[in-house]
Each structure stands twice: as C-alpha cells, then as structure tokens.
C-alpha cells in the first residue's frame, strides 16, 4: 500500500459544528488504528466525510447519519494490515 493511501482524513462542516465528532473519530482512529487523522474544515453543509488515500471509507452526505467510531477505526486497522 502507498504511502498516500495509508492517509486518513476526516472533511466535517464546520458551519454544522462538527469539528468535535470530527476530533473524537480522529483519536478513536489513532488510538485503534495507530494513525493519525487530519482534520479537513468543509464549507459544505452536513459534510462529515471519511477518507483513507482517495478512496472513502464513510459518507454521512450517502448515509444521513453519523458513523460509529469504533466500526470506522477497524476498517481503517484492517486495511492497515
């Protein structure tokens, strides 16, 4: 795997305040996963979106609800390995 697509990001509306569920996701990730998460601030309403490389892994946009952290971070742990 390339070092770009080991990359996690999460993209949350910051107009939404999502800057905290954001956060919490980013240390379950690292803390799961042993990676870090960088924060993106979204002008995009209701964006909370998960991204490993290119590829994403969760979209709040797709599914109208918040993810669960800790099935996120095992995603992301397993295609770590």
């Keep these: 795997m390339a070092v770009e697509d080991r990359k996690v990001s999460i993209e949350y509306c910051g107009t939404c305040n999502y800057?905290?569920?954001a956060a919490s996701l980013a240390k379950t990730v690292e803390t799961i996963a042993g990676v870090q998460a960088t924060?993106?601030?979204s002008?995009?309403?209701?964006a909370f979106e998960v991204k490993m490389g290119t590829e994403t892994i969760y979209s709040k946009m797709q599914s109208g609800q918040f993810p669960d952290n800790q099935k996120i971070a095992e995603v992301i742990r397993k295609r770590l390995i």
């Design 19 to 21: 800057r905290p569920m």
């Design 39 to 41: 924060l993106i601030h």
């Design 43 to 46: 002008h995009t309403t209701g």
